[in-house]
């Protein structure tokens, strides 16, 4: 382990990121806000800090393994107190603990607020709440393999550790050709959403805010009443296809756009994951419709909100067009069971994972199959490839480390004070970056009120949940710090 690389690596990364903080110092100079000084100061700030990082140190040779686990977790983390600054110097919070977690929210694309008054924020904070989920979800460090060529070989440790799903899928030999070919698609798909947004007659600021943060399934948005706001069946189906797409792993994506569309329908993950999500349409659209909530509610209008709340919910967006704390009991768990899930490998939205809990019901099959059959060879198969036992040990042992922490957060939130319903709420939201929970933490709901200690809670969560627990947990082994 070397020091002198990490402090070079992380430095350079501070310095192309504060090209996206002179970005919001000249959208909030556009908006004629007093924030623009807040930007500022911190662009000088992170380019200083980068600056002084690089002339210090130099990086020899490629990064290890080990060192790679390492630049992703604290940059990470550097990151999220670096993006907290314009939060504290503009004024809009006066907690540096409620900044880290609207900062942190923001790039692990969690989408959880501290604001309840969304609306009343300078442009250039709205800018940089939306910017910093966009930047989060497709992976801070996977846009510096794609531009850092310095990196060589080290590359390839540092998308292993960042890039979320069990087996990161590589689009070329060269593994920072693969991050540009992803960022592409990124682009492209973010692009083609402002495009339709502003189709469907959102102004520029919105359309470029809510493209920014449905893509990086975030959630984030510039009103208070989140989706809900925009009362146009076309921008809702819009947002309900992206975060779908954004849901999929972006390996299929960009082989559709290079000619092969049937790759999607060849992945038994991308049809499992369609099928649960289908499956849960259906169990809340029924539950919905038969409410006393959905009295004096179109049919169209309920099935709208169904699909809108399972597919946000589903994918951890986050954003919300009907209060779901509203529905019978029934329907809130299944969204509860959704969020556990999340969308697929290799796409940017959270939670398990879809593939890993295909796995692990297809190792149940086999296990049953081995109960009867004692003496045959029984395979768990992913697709036609055979699994070998170390990956159904990986997953297995990623499931339970997933629900320990969740346990945890539940235990640690109970023992702050907070009743159950909100504390298993805002544990699944946060480790499963999605933003709103249950009960306190619900659709309708803030995180403003918690106290700070609730707030550390739910940060470490969020970063636990975004860099996939073994990621962060190596931060903490002796030997990734032995030389």
């Not at 140190?57 to 060192?67: A, D, K, N, Y």
């Not at 990470?76 to 006066?94: A, E, T």
Request: hydrophobic share 55%; charged share 10%; glycine share 12%.
């Amino acid at each position: 382990m070397s020091f002198r690389h990490l402090i070079f690596t992380i430095s350079v990364v501070l310095i192309v990121f504060s090209a996206a903080l002179l970005a919001c110092t000249f959208v909030a100079w556009g908006y004629g806000g007093g924030d623009a000084r807040a930007f500022l100061v911190t662009t000088l700030i992170t380019t200083a800090l980068g600056l002084v990082g690089v002339s210090t140190t130099r990086l020899e040779g490629s990064l290890t393994i080990r060192e790679g686990y390492a630049v992703v977790s604290l940059t990470w983390i550097v990151l999220g107190v670096v993006g907290s600054l314009p939060y504290l110097l503009s004024g809009v919070v006066d907690s540096p603990v409620a900044a880290l977690f609207e900062s942190v929210s923001g790039f692990t694309t969690t989408g959880a607020t501290v604001f309840a008054d969304i609306e009343t924020l300078p442009h250039g904070i709205l800018f940089w709440r939306s910017l910093t989920q966009w930047l989060g979800g497709m992976g801070i460090i996977l846009l510096g393999v794609a531009i850092l060529p310095f990196l060589g070989a080290g590359g390839m440790h540092l998308f292993r550790a960042e890039v979320p799903g069990p087996t990161p899928e590589r689009l070329s030999p060269r593994i920072a050709k693969t991050a540009k070919l992803l960022w592409y698609v990124y682009v492209g798909l973010t692009g083609a959403l402002i495009i339709l947004f502003l189709a469907g007659g959102l102004g520029p600021f919105d359309a470029l805010n809510h493209a920014f943060t449905t893509m990086p399934t975030g959630g984030f948005s510039t009103r208070n009443q989140s989706a809900a706001d925009f009362d146009s069946a076309f921008v809702q189906y819009t947002i309900i296809g992206f975060m779908y797409l954004a849901g999929v792993n972006f390996v299929l994506h960009f082989q559709a756009l290079s000619g092969k569309v049937g790759g999607y329908w060849a992945s038994s993950e991308w049809r499992f994951y369609t099928g649960v999500l289908l499956v849960g349409l259906a169990l809340v659209f029924v539950l919905a419709l038969f409410s006393n909530a959905s009295s004096g509610l179109g049919l169209e209008r309920v099935f709208r909100n169904a699909l809108f709340q399972v597919v946000s919910i589903g994918t951890g967006t986050g954003f919300v067009t009907y209060d779901y704390g509203v529905w019978p009991l029934a329907a809130q768990l299944v969204l509860l069971m959704l969020m556990f899930m999340g969308g697929m490998a290799g796409s940017t939205a959270g939670g398990i994972k879809s593939m890993r809990m295909y796995v692990l019901f297809k190792a149940g099959i086999s296990e049953l199959r081995r109960s009867l059959h004692p003496r045959a060879v029984v395979v768990t198969r992913l697709g036609s490839r055979a699994l070998e036992e170390s990956e159904l040990l990986n997953i297995l042992g990623f499931v339970l480390l997933f629900f320990g922490f969740f346990s945890v957060g539940v235990l640690v939130l109970s023992a702050l004070g907070h009743d159950l319903t909100t504390a298993i709420g805002a544990s699944v939201a946060a480790i499963a970056n999605i933003g709103p929970g249950l009960g306190a933490v619900g659709a309708a709901e803030n995180y403003g009120w918690m106290d700070p200690a609730s707030h550390l809670i739910l940060i470490g969560l969020m970063i636990v949940g975004r860099l996939e627990i073994f990621t962060v947990l190596l931060l903490f082994h002796p030997d990734l710090w032995r030389r």
